[in-house]
């Protein structure tokens, strides 16, 4: 099994920064990508970024350029830098981690919301 517990969701004006922190712990030594999804009220859960552990990232368009994931290996620990924040940002954020098999693991999700 793995656990993930993210962190760092908050309130923040339109134009303002916040960034996500993901510490995964369990069996890791299967997980080959990890990254964020979002879910906004009413709409489907979607993709925000994703990153292998060879280090290559894709992110959906309308995060593209004001985005940015990364990870610590030796933390266990992927982030998700959000700039230029916009209200349509506004969704629970979830870290998501993947295994061989596969196995796809959530965290529990947080809160981001951008508004004035």
């Known amino acids: 099994q793995v656990q993930l517990v993210e962190s760092g969701g908050g309130l923040v004006q339109p134009g303002g920064s916040l960034r996500l922190s993901c510490v995964a712990s369990?069996?890791?030594?299967?997980?080959?990508?990890m990254g964020w999804y979002r879910q906004a009220p009413g709409k489907e859960r979607e993709m925000v970024a994703r990153?292998?552990?060879?280090?290559?990232?894709d992110y959906v368009d309308s995060v593209k350029g004001r985005f940015t994931i990364s990870r610590d290996s030796a933390k266990n620990t992927v982030f998700l830098q959000m700039n230029n924040l916009k209200p349509e940002d506004t969704a629970v954020y979830y870290c998501?981690?993947?295994?061989?098999?596969?196995?796809?693991?959530w965290g529990q999700g947080t809160q981001v919301t951008v508004s004035s």
């Open positions: 990153i292998s552990v060879g280090g290559s990232a």
């Open positions: 998501w981690h993947i295994a061989y098999g596969p196995e796809n693991y």
């Open positions: 369990g069996r890791l030594f299967n997980i080959w990508k």
